[in-house]
């Protein structure tokens, strides 16, 4: 029995079962470009950053590098961008923006940063290489002797006595003895 007109040919498909493969064929093309995106998103710098934020808590300086993250890396590379599309020479130019604009020794702790943070991305396979591996220091940092001032050794005294025993002895005994 012949099928009527309007189900025979309706935008070159002939039978409902063509039909219904086009349609399975469209659900499937509509979650593999669904899954390119959340694999997009997976792989974009603010996730990527936040995960490594979450999963380096326990360390006493995330709160700081974090902060650096929003002010220098977040506004150069935006928040969106893929973590493959970041090249040495992006990583080079940002540690130079951050030199030229005064900040010699942030500029070194920033390639510090993203050295270890494009280590980590490696380890959780979000990238294949650190962009930011070969990249060398601004400039050489230059250590300093620190010496306390006398109103520094006062207050550091006055505050070995609210220790008390021992650690305010043997801190007593560090500061006399260098």
Same mark, same amino acid.
């Given at each position: ?75 150069? +590379? ?78 550091? +005294? ?21």
């Amino acid at each position: 029995m012949p099928k009527p007109a309007s189900l025979r040919a309706k935008d070159g498909i002939n039978t409902r079962d063509e039909r219904r493969e086009a349609r399975q064929a469209t659900k499937q093309k509509l979650e593999e470009t669904k899954q390119l995106e959340e694999d997009k998103a997976k792989n974009a710098l603010i996730h990527a950053a936040n995960a490594y934020f979450d999963a380096k808590d326990n360390l006493r300086s995330i709160d700081e590098v974090s902060s650096s993250f929003k002010k220098h890396v977040f506004p150069e +590379w935006g928040e969106n961008r893929e973590l493959c599309t970041i090249t040495p020479a992006d990583v080079r130019a940002l540690i130079q923006r951050i030199h030229t604009g005064g900040a010699p020794i942030m500029a070194n702790r920033m390639l510090g940063r993203l050295k270890t943070f494009f280590n980590w991305a490696m380890d959780e396979d979000l990238i294949d290489s650190n962009p930011a591996a070969k990249v060398k220091r601004i400039m050489k940092e230059q250590e300093r002797e620190r010496v306390l001032s006398d109103n520094e050794i006062i207050a550091f +005294w006055k505050a070995c006595d609210r220790l008390g025993y021992p650690y305010g002895d043997c801190s007593r005994l560090l500061l006399l003895t260098g």
